[in-house]
């Protein structure tokens, strides 16, 4: 981002083959500047058990150069949907990540089935 050090830092929790809508709407409320209504606006971070890239369950290349240090120090967590496989089975760590921010005092915000 630009580099206002006080931003609201939203770090959402991705898992591959997310829903592309869930994962695009916070994209487009959080992610897109919009200074010129409220300075400074949030800084968003795609956070990924493993960083790199993941795909959308349309197949759209998602880049999470984000791990679970950065969800942590997050302001706000969200907790995107996900993939049938990972909402019966989610993964471990990024589960204790979640636990871990809210015991921090970070707010955790979910949306859909995240």
Known sequence: ??????????????????????LAVP?????????DLVDPW???????????PLRTAAGLQV????????????DTV???????PNQIDPPPRLVEAVREAHALGRRIVSICTG
Do not use: I, K, N, Q
């Open 1 to 22: 981002m630009d580099g206002h050090a006080d931003r609201h830092v939203v770090a959402m929790a991705v898992t591959d083959a997310t829903p592309t809508f869930e």
């Open 63 to 74: 880049a999470t150069p984000y791990g679970l240090v950065d969800l942590l120090a997050a």
């Open 78 to 84: 969200l907790v995107a949907a996900c993939a049938r």
């Open 42 to 52: 949030y800084e968003l971070r795609m956070c990924a058990a493993t960083p790199g």
């Open 27 to 35: 994209c487009e409320v959080f992610g897109v500047d919009r200074s």
